[in-house]
């Protein structure tokens, strides 16, 4: 059996392994409740928490994979009222035209990669013959456009949308929820990571009430499924705690991220190093225990230019920084300070 099935506070909650079904995009119990809902024409929400049709594309022959000029992630790709593809980067808002062939090997191997909304509504039109709406947060981020749209909203069966629609829309009672990647949230190297992806799927499972929820995912033991699954928020905590503890993050120690941005890498490599180098000395001269690691964050480059943090930790990071900036004017050096950091990425 590829599920696990919950019945916990008069809900019934199904998690499915997608590492054991044949079909990765939707499993053989999700085929089998969309099928049977669109039958007997009842609603369906679906959450996919990525917007647009994927991720990117990759050159099957040399592996190459198109990204922003101005930003150092892939270009993400959409298709237009139209249903023409474009490419487009999620943090400046560059526009590209879609590759035919790949600009590398010019080779015609290209593949998408990443499933995201607008790849559903096109898997369920093509596999069940049916139109799902994608509702998207410009449309739906206050209850005024979310009024607007009440119509659209009630002449689909299906809703696709992204971790918005955690709350139900006004008078909109899905009878089944599937959550397309549950540990989608996983995937981002952050301390809170595992926090979000609970307080996402926990807060679906709390808010809605529909005949079944369906939970795909190919992580089904991560403890952030596993409780928020269960709506075991007392587990979860102690779980998060004792991860927290191990690695001294908040509250068992202080973060504080300094982040610094040039056009030119030199440079921002320079600067990094010397002002490391400068906190460093300090952290000896001022006796604090604490840890000091200069690294990238997960996106280096952002609207041209290239970014780097150093990281401080430990339990004191607050005092460290107040007596490092009688030494070290970081505004003046162009540093800025988050302390308190809500992620590291």
Not at 196 to 212: C, D, G, H, M, R
Not at 216 to 231: G, R
Request: proline share 5%; aromatic share 16%.
């Amino acid at each position: 059996m590829n599920y696990i099935h919950i019945q916990k506070d008069g809900k019934n909650i199904f998690v499915i392994d997608m590492k054991q079904e044949k079909d990765k995009f939707f499993s053989q119990l999700s085929v089998k409740g969309i099928q049977k809902y669109l039958k007997q024409n009842k609603k369906i929400l679906i959450l996919a928490n990525k917007k647009g049709y994927s991720s990117g594309i990759i050159c099957q022959d040399c592996g190459y994979i198109p990204r922003c000029q101005k930003c150092d992630v892939s270009i993400s790709y959409h298709k237009d009222k139209a249903w023409n593809f474009f490419g487009l980067c999620h943090i400046c808002k560059s526009h590209y035209e879609y590759p035919l062939t790949c600009p590398s090997c010019w080779g015609a191997n290209l593949k998408f990669f990443g499933t995201w909304t607008q790849q559903i509504q096109e898997y369920l039109s093509i596999n069940f013959n049916t139109s799902a709406l994608i509702i998207e947060s410009q449309q739906a981020n206050s209850p005024k456009k979310i009024q607007k749209i009440q119509e659209q909203i009630h002449s689909h069966q299906i809703l696709i949308a992204t971790s918005l629609l955690t709350f139900p829309p006004h008078n909109r009672k899905p009878d089944l929820v599937i959550i397309f990647n549950a540990d989608i949230g996983l995937n981002v190297p952050d301390f809170n990571a595992n926090y979000n992806n609970f307080l996402f799927i926990y807060e679906t499972i709390k808010n809605y009430s529909p005949k079944a929820f369906l939970i795909q995912t190919f992580n089904p033991e991560a403890y952030s499924i596993k409780y928020a699954t269960n709506l075991d928020i007392n587990w979860f905590k102690k779980q998060e705690l004792e991860y927290r503890q191990q690695f001294a993050y908040p509250p068992f120690g202080q973060l504080a991220v300094l982040l610094y941005k040039n056009e030119i890498e030199e440079k921002l490599f320079n600067k990094v190093n010397k002002i490391y180098q400068d906190l460093e000395y300090l952290k000896e001269k001022l006796n604090f225990e604490i840890e000091i690691f200069p690294t990238p964050p997960l996106v280096y480059k952002m609207f041209g230019k290239y970014r780097y943090n150093i990281i401080l930790k430990g339990e004191n990071v607050e005092s460290f920084l107040f007596e490092a900036n009688k030494h070290i004017n970081f505004q003046k050096e162009w540093f800025q300070i988050d302390i308190k950091p809500l992620n590291l990425v």
